[in-house]
């Protein structure tokens, strides 16, 4: 991939060089904006928030109070959080057209919108005490992310917004970190009226994505191959891809493959126009402490907490010499659940084995043409999800006042 990558370079060089590129070559003014810049370029207000957790990581939040041309209004709105997947970011909400990202769709549907990132991420990269240089900084995965992240974003919001409960909307790595939150932390769950669950991932025993590769390998090899820090992050080379080469058609498919290597993707729901923005904001980074997580998970089958390798770091963390499991029957929150079946990282065989753990699980849907990004940048996912999405929020919204009404 990388070959084709470089041969695509020279081939735009030699193409900038005869001056045949230039009525090829657009690029989206997005590629180039940050994700307030993106939202305020499509005419949505926004507001960005630092929210510092428990153990003092500082996350970067962001909220689309109302939809275009809505004056804001005294009452106070419905509020949705959005929880992106593992690599991603709250980008990841907003990257397509507006009539097509659930975030402006949400928020011109009269929801307060939030939008959150998992620490180390490109919007989420810093520390009271740690310096981004330091190991100590990217000890943490899954675990930290539900323990510490979730509850100081949903705790930061309802404060904020002065409302008591709130709609969360999760994606792949956003529906694990809930499933441990909710099912772990009794009052967090009773803030959640509704649990949408896209691409639902608690275990990965039958997934077929590459990503699958790092469980063949040592503890000891991953971190000689990409160290104990960073692993993935957005750089100045996939910012040049994306706005220098991704943007011509010629390119899409190369680009595409390099983007999706991980997911998969349809070319035929993506808006492959849009490649350079997609490509321009992602991948967003985790660490390699998340990544050994993942292929813990992979390896055993199980849901559980992250293994530190040793007897005495894991009764550090967590009282006991195993790393606990998590149990998703213990949550009680009202779920619903999207998934594909062309899903090469959320497996419909996994799927199946979580579904009977769901204990409140009030609506589910297969959509059998979906992959992994479907789920968020499919442009018929406001027809196959987000309508319905918005409907179950619309019910419970109704019956909610109904019962006020009837207490009264």
């Given at each position: 991939?990388w070959?084709?990558?470089?041969?695509a370079?020279?081939?735009?060089?030699?193409?900038a060089?005869?001056?045949?590129?230039k009525?090829?070559?657009?690029?989206?003014?997005?590629a180039?904006?940050?994700?307030?810049q993106?939202?305020?370029?499509w005419?949505?207000?926004?507001?960005?928030?630092?929210?510092?957790?428990?153990?003092?990581?500082?996350?970067?939040?962001?909220?689309?109070p109302h939809?275009?041309?809505?004056?804001?209004?005294?009452?106070?709105?419905?509020v949705v959080?959005l929880?992106?997947?593992?690599?991603s970011s709250?980008?990841?909400?907003?990257c397509?057209l507006?009539?097509?990202?659930?975030a402006?769709?949400?928020?011109?549907?009269?929801?307060?919108?939030?939008?959150g990132?998992?620490?180390?991420?490109?919007?989420?990269?810093k520390?009271l005490k740690?310096?981004l240089?330091?190991?100590?900084y990217?000890?943490?995965?899954?675990d930290?992310m539900a323990?510490?992240?979730?509850?100081?974003?949903i705790?930061?919001i309802?404060e904020?917004t002065?409302?008591e409960?709130?709609?969360?909307v999760?994606?792949s790595?956003?529906?694990t970190?809930?499933?441990?939150?909710?099912?772990?932390?009794?009052e967090?769950?009773?803030k959640?009226?509704?649990f949408?669950?896209?691409?639902?991932?608690?275990t990965?025993?039958?997934?077929q994505?590459?990503?699958?590769?790092?469980?063949?390998?040592?503890?000891?090899?991953?971190k000689?191959?990409?160290?104990?820090?960073m692993f993935?992050?957005?750089?100045?080379?996939n910012?040049?891809?994306?706005?220098?080469?991704c943007?011509?058609?010629?390119?899409?498919?190369?680009?595409s493959?390099f983007?999706?290597?991980?997911?998969?993707?349809?070319p035929?729901?993506?808006?492959?126009?849009?490649?350079d923005?997609?490509?321009?904001?992602?991948?967003?980074?985790?660490?390699?402490q998340?990544m050994?997580?993942?292929?813990?998970?992979?390896?055993?089958?199980?849901?559980?907490?992250?293994?530190?390798?040793?007897?005495?770091?894991?009764?550090?963390h967590?009282?006991?010499?195993?790393p606990?499991?998590?149990?998703v029957?213990?949550?009680?929150?009202?779920?619903a659940?999207?998934?594909?079946?062309?899903?090469?990282?959320?497996?419909?065989?996994?799927?199946e084995?979580?579904l009977?753990?769901?204990?409140?699980?009030?609506y589910?849907?297969?959509?059998?043409?979906y992959?992994?990004?479907?789920?968020?940048?499919?442009?018929d996912?406001?027809?196959?999800?987000?309508?319905?999405?918005?409907?179950?929020m619309?019910q419970c919204?109704?019956?909610?006042?109904h019962?006020?009404?009837?207490?009264?």
């Amino acid at each position: 991939m990388w070959q084709l990558l470089a041969s695509a370079c020279w081939m735009l060089l030699l193409g900038a060089v005869c001056g045949c590129d230039k009525k090829r070559s657009t690029t989206n003014p997005e590629a180039n904006m940050n994700i307030s810049q993106i939202i305020s370029y499509w005419g949505y207000p926004y507001e960005k928030y630092d929210v510092v957790t428990k153990d003092d990581y500082v996350l970067g939040i962001y909220r689309i109070p109302h939809g275009r041309g809505c004056p804001s209004r005294t009452a106070p709105k419905p509020v949705v959080y959005l929880q992106h997947g593992l690599l991603s970011s709250a980008s990841n909400w907003i990257c397509n057209l507006p009539n097509n990202s659930l975030a402006f769709l949400l928020a011109d549907n009269g929801y307060d919108v939030w939008m959150g990132n998992s620490r180390g991420n490109t919007w989420s990269r810093k520390h009271l005490k740690f310096s981004l240089k330091s190991a100590e900084y990217w000890a943490f995965s899954l675990d930290e992310m539900a323990k510490y992240d979730l509850p100081a974003t949903i705790d930061f919001i309802t404060e904020k917004t002065g409302q008591e409960r709130l709609f969360y909307v999760g994606h792949s790595q956003g529906t694990t970190i809930a499933f441990i939150a909710f099912s772990t932390n009794p009052e967090l769950a009773k803030k959640i009226q509704i649990f949408f669950a896209l691409a639902p991932v608690i275990t990965v025993k039958y997934t077929q994505s590459p990503m699958k590769k790092l469980t063949t390998l040592s503890r000891q090899v991953v971190k000689v191959l990409f160290g104990d820090k960073m692993f993935y992050p957005h750089t100045f080379f996939n910012q040049f891809i994306a706005t220098k080469i991704c943007n011509q058609k010629l390119f899409h498919r190369i680009c595409s493959n390099f983007l999706f290597t991980v997911s998969g993707f349809d070319p035929n729901n993506l808006n492959m126009s849009r490649l350079d923005v997609y490509l321009a904001q992602s991948p967003a980074g985790t660490s390699v402490q998340n990544m050994l997580h993942w292929a813990q998970v992979a390896n055993s089958g199980q849901f559980q907490a992250f293994d530190w390798g040793d007897p005495n770091q894991n009764m550090m963390h967590f009282n006991q010499l195993t790393p606990p499991l998590y149990n998703v029957t213990k949550m009680e929150l009202p779920t619903a659940v999207w998934s594909g079946g062309q899903d090469c990282v959320a497996d419909p065989k996994d799927i199946e084995n979580l579904l009977p753990k769901i204990s409140n699980l009030i609506y589910c849907k297969s959509i059998p043409h979906y992959n992994h990004v479907d789920f968020y940048l499919g442009q018929d996912a406001p027809q196959e999800i987000y309508q319905d999405l918005i409907s179950l929020m619309e019910q419970c919204l109704q019956n909610e006042n109904h019962k006020v009404k009837d207490k009264l």
